[in-house]
């Protein structure tokens, strides 16, 4: 007769694949003289109908007993209908699996023990997440016009600022820090800072206004 074990192996030292539908191999036995196959589970990247999949091709093989640890409920019911007899909760090497059925120590199962598709592997990443931070910044005008080439003081939320003056002008603006906390919030320290930085922008923009109407005239 031949039975059937979910392996993670192609040998009998092999571990029992706890997955029946998506295990890695099937070792197929003859249990006359212990001859065996293992067989690569060409199934388990479907993405659907693996159970069924894995059943027929069982089935297919004249297999007439599966030893595996879990078994999901189409699968069952396919192998069922196939007069297949399931032993489900199976641990260990391969071949002490086998020990325990020729010794009589084990029960059949008659209900699936997982949920349908509980063999697929998610690729979630929980507790890796990367949080994008929203920034937080005003965009100001230079002090003056012309290419100026801006001394900017990094980790603020601040003002981005251009030149300062005619021409060359050394700029004199707050480059701006993305905030990676998107509760986060700013401590009196920061609040003040900010007032400062605010109306220094305003004194440049008055500046820069009062020499374009200077230049109109």
Do not use: W
């Not at 059937?4 to 249990?31: H, M, W």
């Not at 297999?63 to 297949?84: F, H, I, R």
């Not at 997982?114 to 697929?120: D, L, N």
Request: aromatic fraction near 4%.
């Amino acid at each position: 007769m031949k039975i059937a074990i979910s392996s993670t192996g192609k040998d009998l030292n092999s571990q029992v694949d706890p997955r029946f539908g998506r295990c890695a191999y099937f070792i197929i036995i003859e249990t006359d003289d212990m001859g065996f196959e293992a067989f690569e589970n060409e199934n388990i990247a479907l993405s659907g109908g693996v159970g069924v999949q894995s059943a027929s091709f069982i089935i297919s093989k004249d297999v007439k007993t599966v030893l595996t640890g879990n078994c999901g409920p189409k699968a069952m019911q396919t192998l069922s209908a196939g007069e297949v007899d399931v032993f489900t909760g199976q641990t260990g090497a391969v071949k002490e699996a086998v020990e325990r059925y020729q010794n009589g120590d084990l029960s059949p199962s008659t209900q699936a023990t997982v949920a349908e598709k509980s063999g697929v592997k998610e690729s979630g990443t929980a507790g890796n997440y990367q949080t994008q931070g929203v920034g937080r910044c005003m965009g100001g005008t230079g002090r003056g016009m012309g290419m100026g080439g801006g001394r900017g003081m990094g980790g603020g939320r601040g003002m981005g600022g251009s030149g300062r003056g005619m021409g060359m002008g050394g700029g004199r603006g707050m480059q701006g820090m993305v905030n990676t906390s998107p509760s986060a919030s700013p401590g009196k320290a920061d609040l003040t800072e900010l007032k400062q930085q605010a109306a220094d922008l305003q004194k440049q923009m008055d500046e820069i206004q009062t020499k374009i109407n200077n230049m109109k005239h």
